[in-house]
């Protein structure tokens, strides 16, 4: 027993409330990963791209996968390895039936190796079979801001009972599709979401974490929605010929930058001939 | 993409089989269409004209569902196989009166002229652009589907006018 009670009682209730206190202050977690960082490690300079672009040919085999975490910690993954499958699935749910997509494979994000640039992506791409990979980073942060009677907390029953938490997650998630024998840059679509909720300080990680899965789901859904409009941008790109590093052979064998579009059109000569007809009818019926 | 041209998508948005022929892939191509539309307007009576009009509303989606057969994955935009089938509706319709058979007959013998050039030269003398080629199979299902639409024409043509 302390020689001085009363003293050792006060000094742990001052450390109690500046714990409690420093609860009650807001707190910010962010979850990031760097496509950046991941391709370009150590601030490697791009590649050359293949001076003869890339060709596509559909129906296309395409992969799947979640940027690694930077830093070249373990584990590489920054979502826990069944969220991170879920929210794959998702997007590939979303294009499994489109008429060029011949196969998606969903590749985990531990094969691939944080920092491995575009080495390590041609060695994935060749293990799965696969020349185009859609990369997605992702870039998560959450917000807790006490509410004013968050000093309730300090009460004990409060922190079990009254959502003294104001908690916003914002997630940006980023899909680049790169054809990766040729390290080519092909599009990219953004998805991103905002959820905003309120808990316990007792249920607040449970909270944030639920949040979070929330807040990923919904930006993989828009990005979903985003892709697939994108895809179809490139499509009008590379027919127009705006995209002259790549070309896209459709399914009947034929390059998409010769004939993206099909157009019906009448030509000079049947128009002008159809004209001086008309003309030829007009004039005989006013003679007659 | 546009929403409104004719992809394979149209299955599941029908609009498409529509609005794809209003679409042009440039000004040269709306104004050649154009042109080719004017032809059979010009030389059929203005009172046929509603009928005509309402032939193409009906044929319109017919020739889309029949242009998907060749499309792949490819789009198609352009109003020159409607423009055949107005055609072929115009030059039966002519045909069949004693007054401008002669004009009917010519106007199906430039149409059939224009499609037997195609089958043999193919697509290749017909205009086109960046990113596009004509799609002559659009312009045979457009004279096919304008002959056998051109009943259309034909109907109410007897009828009195009531008093």
């Known amino acids: 027993m302390p020689r001085h009670p009363s003293l050792f009682l006060a000094a742990v209730a001052a450390a109690a409330l500046l714990a409690a206190l420093a609860c009650l202050g807001p707190t910010t977690v ?138 916003d997650t914002r997630t940006l998630i980023d899909a680049a599709v790169f054809h990766a024998p040729t390290r080519t840059f092909l599009l990219r679509a953004p998805g991103q979401s905002i959820v905003k909720g309120s808990s316990t300080a007792v249920n607040l990680q449970e909270r944030l974490r639920e949040d979070s899965a929330k807040g990923l789901e919904l930006a993989m859904g828009e990005l979903a929605r985003n892709l697939d409009a994108e895809v179809d941008a490139f499509k009008a790109q590379v027919a127009s010929g705006e995209r002259k590093e790549v070309d896209v052979i459709t399914s009947q064998g034929s390059s998409l930058r010769a004939t993206g579009g099909r157009g019906g059109a009448f030509g000079g000569f049947e128009v002008m001939a159809g004209l001086a007809l008309a003309a030829a009818a007009v004039w005989r019926r006013r003679r007659a | 993409m546009s929403p409104f041209v004719l992809t394979r998508e149209a299955l599941l948005q029908p609009w498409r089989l529509w609005t794809c022929h209003a679409l042009q892939f440039g000004w040269t191509h709306a104004l050649l269409n154009l042109g080719a539309l004017a032809v059979p307007a010009a030389l059929v009576r203005p009172r046929v004209w509603p009928r005509m009009a309402l032939a193409l509303l009906v044929l319109a989606p017919v020739l889309g569902l029949a242009i998907l057969l060749h499309l792949g994955d490819a789009e198609y935009r352009g109003a020159s196989g409607l423009a055949c089938a107005a055609w072929a509706l115009a030059g039966v319709h002519l045909a069949r009166a004693r007054e401008s058979r002669m004009e009917g007959l010519v106007l199906l013998g430039l149409l059939s002229a224009k499609l037997l050039a195609e089958i043999v030269a193919g697509a290749t003398f017909l205009p086109g652009g960046p990113g596009w080629v004509s799609l002559p199979a659009a312009h045979r299902w457009g004279a096919a589907l304008g002959v056998v639409g051109s009943p259309l024409l034909a109907a109410g043509e007897g009828r009195k006018p009531k008093a």
């Open chain 1, 30 to 167: 962010s979850h990031r990963s760097g496509l950046m960082e991941y391709l370009y490690p150590k601030n490697r300079l791009a590649p050359q791209p293949n001076p003869a672009g890339a060709t596509l040919t559909l129906p296309l085999r395409i992969g799947v996968a979640f940027v690694p975490a930077s830093g070249g910690t373990y584990p590489a993954s920054l979502l826990p390895a069944t969220v991170e499958k879920h929210l794959l699935d998702l997007l590939k749910d979303a294009f499994r039936n489109k008429p060029w997509v011949k196969d998606i494979q969903v590749i985990p994000t531990t094969y691939l190796s944080p920092r491995g640039g575009f080495d390590n992506l041609d060695q994935v791409s060749r293990l799965y079979g696969v020349s185009v990979i859609a990369l997605v980073s992702v870039d998560q942060i959450q917000y807790t801001n006490p509410k004013w009677y968050s000093f309730a907390y300090l009460s004990i029953v409060g922190a079990y009972v009254l959502p003294g938490d104001r908690n």
